[in-house]
């Protein structure tokens, strides 16, 4: 990967270098906006907004084959909770 500094399309800064604290409302914890804190797709094609949130508004799961997910709990909601 090695995206250490880019702009979303929604104008804000992303990567791993970007400072930033958890999208989750109310939560100030302190991240930096790199994938290791992204609410990603389970596998492609299924539901994660993007957004970045710490470790703790942040649900992991290890579908093999598809590899590891990280998605925040209300995507993995939408996914059907898979653990
Ligand atoms: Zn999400
Ligand atoms: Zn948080």
Redesign the pocket.
Known sequence: MGYAQYTLSDGREAGYAVQATCDEPNCDAKIDRGMAYC?LPVGGGE?????Y?CSDHLTYSLDVPKGESQ??F???KLNGGAE
């Open positions: 609410c539901h994660g907004c993007g957004h949130f998605s925040c209300e995507c993995d």
